[in-house]
């Protein structure tokens, strides 16, 4: 098995890509242990020293570390922890995998969050999976749209750079209800 590493745009997050399907479909996101325990891939990688943050998508996973820890010192054991999952044959998730990862929206602006998803879907989704994260709706509120950054995306220096400039001035254009874009912690 070979599994190669890709830099992303946030420096504490490295994007590993095992060359086989993660999830099904959807994302997984895991910010603690204890949140893996569903996961004994998301468990494996959080035994090494250092490890903040599990991501999957469907064909990559990213991985958060802390600001003392180098690369150097934990990259070789995080492969090492995918390399010894996929040779154990466990499920990367136990139970359900993966999910579209939007909230639920009920009330009067239904039409406008259906919008607000489908491009969120079409044209942001795709685009910050390749930088190995993921951005979901969480909400709206009287022109207002609320999103939660997960994987690579979640602290990344150029995060609020690109919500504010590519994703809100992307949704502002084709949905004039839209006035502002936030980014809301899981």
């Known amino acids: 098995m070979f599994i190669q590493t890709e830099s992303t745009p946030n420096p504490a997050t490295l994007k590993f890509l095992p060359g086989e399907a993660v999830l099904d479909a959807g994302t997984a996101d895991f910010a603690s242990p204890e949140a ?5 891939l998301a468990r494996r990688i959080f035994s090494v020293q250092g ?7 469907t064909d990559f996973v990213t991985v958060t570390k802390d600001e003392a820890t180098e690369w150097d010192h934990v ?3 995080i492969l090492g922890a995918i390399m010894e999952h996929y040779q154990s044959g466990a499920p990367v998730v136990e139970g359900a995998e993966g999910a ?6 009920t009330g009067e602006d239904g039409e406008i969050v259906a919008q607000i998803k ?5 044209r942001v989704r795709p685009a910050v999976a390749q930088d190995g994260g993921d951005i979901t709706f969480h909400g709206f509120d009287r022109g207002v749209v609320y999103l939660h950054m997960q994987g690579a995306c979640a602290g990344c220096p ?3 750079l690109t919500l504010k400039m590519g994703i809100e001035n992307l949704l502002r254009h084709y949905i004039p209800e839209v006035v502002e874009v936030r980014p809301v912690a899981a």
Do not use: I
């Open 36 to 40: 893996a325990n569903t996961s004994p």
């Open 51 to 57: 490890v903040t943050g599990v991501f999957f998508g």
């Open 75 to 77: 990259k070789p054991a």
């Open 100 to 105: 579209t990862g939007h909230a639920e929206h």
């Open 118 to 122: 489908e491009l969120l879907d079409t």
């Open 158 to 160: 150029s995060s609020t």
